[in-house]
């Protein structure tokens, strides 16, 4: 299956669902502070083990709390549904919305 990208819109429509979320050079980006290291090295285990369930992985860099995101579909030149799927369940994760994602 060929990866389509993101409209316009579609890419609109979840920056307006999901307002921490910003377009930064063509990515989807966004800026997580945790309480300390241990946070935010365990959000990022959970991510990683989603991440490599749908063989999706982000672009990411950690210093002590803060751990900075950026998604976009290599393949597919830009942003597109996989994006979107991470991006969600990394709020999912933050939110405490995470038990029992659906992994492919």
């Known amino acids: 299956m060929a990866l389509v990208r993101a409209t316009d819109m579609e ?6 669902r999901y307002s921490l979320w910003s377009v930064e050079n063509n990515k ?3 800026e997580y502070v945790f309480n300390n290291f241990v ?6 285990t959970e991510v990683a ?8 992985h982000p672009e990411w ?8 995101v950026d998604l ?3 393949e597919a030149g830009g942003i597109t549904e996989r994006d979107f799927k991470l ?4 709020e999912a994760i933050v939110t405490g919305k995470c038990k029992n994602l659906v992994r492919e």
């Open 11 to 16: 890419i609109q429509e979840f920056v307006s």
């Open 28 to 30: 989807l980006h966004r």
């Open 39 to 44: 946070q935010a090295f365990g959000f990022m």
């Open 49 to 56: 083990l989603i991440a490599e369930s749908i063989n999706h």
């Open 61 to 68: 860099f950690n210093v002590y709390k803060q751990v900075i």
């Open 72 to 74: 976009t579909t290599h």
């Open 87 to 90: 991006a969600s369940a990394m």
